[in-house]
């Protein structure tokens, strides 16, 4: 992970946000925190990360999602160079989801 994002602030950020206990708090959270914009750019990227695992194509998902291929190939790096973060979110969702039905 980036020193640079490890910061005291971004610790209280991580702290709130594993305070949320639903989503509707987490809507009433965000809402505060980020502007809508932001938001969803954050929507559309997780979006993205969740179809390229699915090997999606980037036509397919940029039809989709309205996301440019810049954001597409950005995620993409993600999944492929980052520290795993989506693939760790998304193995879970799964999983919560196989659990639920």
Do not use: H, P, W
Request: one cysteine or more; a neutral charge; aromatic letters at 8%.
């Amino acid at each position: 992970m980036s020193k640079k994002i490890r910061t005291e602030a971004v610790d209280e950020l991580f702290d709130a946000v594993l305070c949320l206990k639903n989503k509707e708090e987490c809507y009433l959270f965000f809402e505060d925190v980020c502007t809508v914009n932001e938001l969803l750019s954050l929507s559309q990227r997780f979006e993205v990360a969740r179809m390229l695992m699915q090997k999606k194509t980037y036509l397919e998902i940029a039809e989709k999602t309205g996301a440019s291929t810049a954001t597409i190939s950005r995620v993409n790096r993600s999944l492929n160079y980052g520290n795993d973060g989506y693939e760790m979110v998304l193995s879970r969702m799964k999983e919560k989801e196989n659990q639920e039905k």
